[in-house]
């Protein structure tokens, strides 16, 4: 990165960040309680899992203490059933669930989208096939064709996310053609292809762009999603290998000693992806009463 | 003004506000209206007037947030029903006044059959509130209703569903749904948009006879001007949440007062018989939230005067059952 | 007048049909997508060549695909499911055990969350925009973040451990052991169902019947419980039903942690033991109960709603 091509990138920074103030939408997510809630919860765990390394009292491996011990002195969250730190764990957890649910958006997004924006604009056939693979990818429960998939392919991060992507990129596909059919409509749309534009182009330059607000809201509210379905996949021993600093793996190995009272191994990682959830899922809500069109203005007599 | 007994419906001074997040919307902004037993008063202006609002507030059937009846009264029969209960009102609307509404496609509760509808005004009211019909009685209650209001083989049609009716057919059911009981004052919003011009003589032939012999008094709403010189007795015109003239049929319509009036309907005054839809004038209706100052017409009139930006004019007689709301009159009664 | 309803169910029947074959080719070619000699992983390390060779060929391995499949697609139809290798019983059998378990469970976790999750989304659009609304909708999205694996966790630990209520880890088949599971998958799914009876009730109490209802003189209750409601189930029936895979696939979590003998369990117990034909087996099952779930969904739409029920406009 050149120093002109940064000093560009802050150029177009402050402007649009301006217009983005500016805009209806964040007029509404300001007063909105639900986006500062909602941001507060993502900040602080966004910033756990980059500055894990520095949080971390103990180091994930290391079997620190008596296995089992209760939450207090050294150990603030206790010691899971090998001695291991569970706060120093739980930190980095936030880790590998924000990478996971972020690489399995992206792959379900890129996909979705890809097929949503296929299917809207050639219409006809490409559409119908499509659209009756979206539905049946919808109805179907994902960790069921995800839970067979590892079955039979085996466990492992590249499996986890191969699996839950199976279904994943229906919501997407659904829509990104939906967008896509409204928009090919428009005017600018119809003059591109006059002037000849190829259909790729035409689908990433006019259409793509103005689809992008209900995708952003869909992204915003498919993560949460994806780290609970990746940490259930964890929990049952299908996901990430069963040793790692996971919430999903954490609950996993936790299981067993449950039964002897052992409470703090299963608490602590289930309350971290709950609460991961609702940060996204506050400002998602928010994020998806702003942007949208109808809500923003009453019924007058 | 005639005199309390003759009087079924007078409207004072009503204002229904609606307090919206862009600010207040004066719908309604000091309305004055009388209705005499009997008597159809056609209630005239361009959407977004106000007209709808002012039904709705007399029935008392505004959407509570965010609107409001903020001030004024409505003596049904001299009694105030502003001053009543909820459960009082449940009494009142159905039997001593109700509503005929807009659309027919949307205004029938579509899971229930009309012989059901139509039934349950009936049930409620007549059998158990006042005791005037036996439960066995309603179902033939139901069918002369629908008789009434002329739609063929009713027992039948008792059993249908709304979807399977055609427009003209759901009209009449909703006519036929504010028949039963003793009604008082009639409220038909808009009684004739959208049907042909074959179905709306039918349906204001129907009006016409059910007045006659059910002695009703209707505030009839609508834009249509040709319905109010076929079928109504006098005409208020509304403009921006206020009554802007009001007076007898043939008063008004043969020398037009108000600009507003006026410009309503041009070409020339004889019309009667045909049918005319309001001229639109130019310039935009004023908005609600916030109106211009002085007479809100004043914008868009032809003949306005450096007052009229200021001052909002008063009511005044420029003749007999013939009443103005513009500064050119107040003027030359040396007000 | 008949044909109209029936009309309208033969023609989802009919569109099942294909979509079945489909499924059942995909998950079937699964198996022959697999990387390594799932034949010899079965037989495990110590099988000498001869046992893999029996392995292969009891698994069809050794045949053309889409032969087998045909085979395979014959037998099933007979009802015959084939032999699961590491439990040494007829996969059948162990489905008609299982597959029962799995729908009881699911029917509870509904009832739960129709039971709750109804009255709160009423009352949340009743009382829209004030405390109330947030409040519900607050218990809502509540449920709707908690990991149902972990609530499972943590109903285990209070109920079980802590409080000694339920058996907790029974395994049995009675209905104490049914209660946890059921309010834990049902609570899941409570928060989706007053959220969308909540929506409807909304869009319903909008609609200009509702105001000429009320011009009629009806009490508030009438119009509200009769026809506000009524109209407000129509899309919450078909809707609710569609969320039933979702149950489904809850179950393989819920039934894993409970112990509960059904079919979700089967699954991750076939999976743990590398029977492939279990696992195969039991996802074209789901598969099955989803199509199910859709024709219902539909099915309700279809009684529901007047419009379709009675036909068109003459």
Known sequence: ??????????????????????????????????????????????????????????????????????????????????????????????????????????????????????????????????????????????????????????????????????????GFARVTRGQCLAIRKEEYVEAAHAIGEKPRTIMLRYIFPNAVSPLIVMITMTLPVAIILASAMSFLGLGVPPDSADWGAMLYQAQGAIKDGIWWPALFPGLAIMITVLGFNFFGDALRDALDPRLRHGRHG | MARSKDVLLKVEGLKTYFYTEEGVVRAVDGVDLEIKRGEILGLVGESGCGKSVTALSIMRLVQSPPGRIVSGRILLDGEDLLKKSEKEMWKIRGTKISMIFQDPHTSLDPAFTIGFQIAEPIELHQVLERKLLKKEDVPKKVEEMLSLVKIPDPGHRVNEYPHQLSGGVKRRVMIALVLSGQRAVLRADEPTTALDVTIQAQILDLLREL????????????????????????????????????????????RPRHPYTRALLQPGPSFIGKRKRLRTIPGFVPSLLSPPPGCKFHPRCSEAMPICKKVFPQMVRVAKNHFVRCHLYARRRGK | MVSGIYRFILRRVLLILPIFLISSALLFSLLYFKPGDPASEL???????????????????????????????????????????????????????????????????????????????????????????????????????????????????IFGVWLGWSPGLGGGIGLEYLILPAITLGTALSGSVSRIMRSSMLDVLNQDYILATRAKGLKERTVILTHALRNAFIPVATLLFMRLPWLFGGSIIIETVFQWQGMGWLMIEAIRANDFLVIQTVALMFVVLVIVANLLADISYAYLNPKIRYGEER
């Open chain 1, 1 to 170: 990165m050149s120093l002109k091509s940064i000093v560009n990138l802050l150029a177009w920074i402050k402007p649009a960040l301006r217009s983005i103030s500016r805009s209806p939408a964040w007029l509404y997510l300001k007063r909105d309680i639900r986006t500062w809630v909602g941001l507060a919860l993502i900040v602080t765990i966004v910033g756990t899992a980059i500055f894990a390394d520095f949080i971390a009292p103990f180091d994930i491996r290391e079997r620190a203490g008596d296995p089992h011990q209760p939450p207090g002195g050294r150990y603030i969250l206790g010691t899971d059933h090998l001695g291991r730190d569970v706060f120093s764990r739980l930190i980095h957890g936030s880790r590998s669930a924000l990478m996971v649910g972020l690489l399995l958006v992206s792959v379900t997004g890129s996909i979705g989208i890809t097929l949503g924006l296929l299917a809207g604009y050639y219409g006809g056939k490409v559409d119908g096939a499509i659209m009756r693979a979206v539905d049946i990818a919808l109805s179907f429960p994902g960790l069921v064709l995800a839970a067979a998939f590892v079955g039979f392919f085996g466990s492992g991060l590249r499996n986890l996310i191969i699996a839950l992507s199976l279904t994943g990129w229906a």
């Open chain 2, 211 to 254: 007045r006659h012999k059910l002695k009703m008094s209707v505030l009839m709403i609508t834009h249509n001007l040709g319905v109010v010189a076929e079928l109504c007795d006098r005409v208020a015109v509304m403009y921006a949440g206020h009554i802007g003239l009001e007076g007898v049929i043939m008063a008004v319509v043969s």
């Open chain 3, 43 to 157: 037989a495990g390390l110590q099988a000498g060549p001869g046992q893999v060779a029996v392995i292969r060929r009891d698994l069809g391995l050794d045949k053309p695909p889409h032969l087998r499949y045909l085979e395979w697609l014959g037998a099933v139809f007979n009802g015959d499911f084939g032999t699961s290798w590491k439990f040494y019983r007829p996969v059948s059998s162990m489905i008609a055990e299982r597959l029962p378990q799995t729908l009881i469970l699911s029917f509870a976790a509904f009832v739960v969350s129709v039971g709750i999750g109804i009255p709160l989304g009423i009352i949340a659009a009743l009382k829209r925009k004030t405390k109330v609304d947030y409040i519900c909708m607050g218990i809502a999205l509540l449920g709707a973040s908690i990991p149902n694996f972990w609530q499972a966790l943590m109903m285990i630990l």
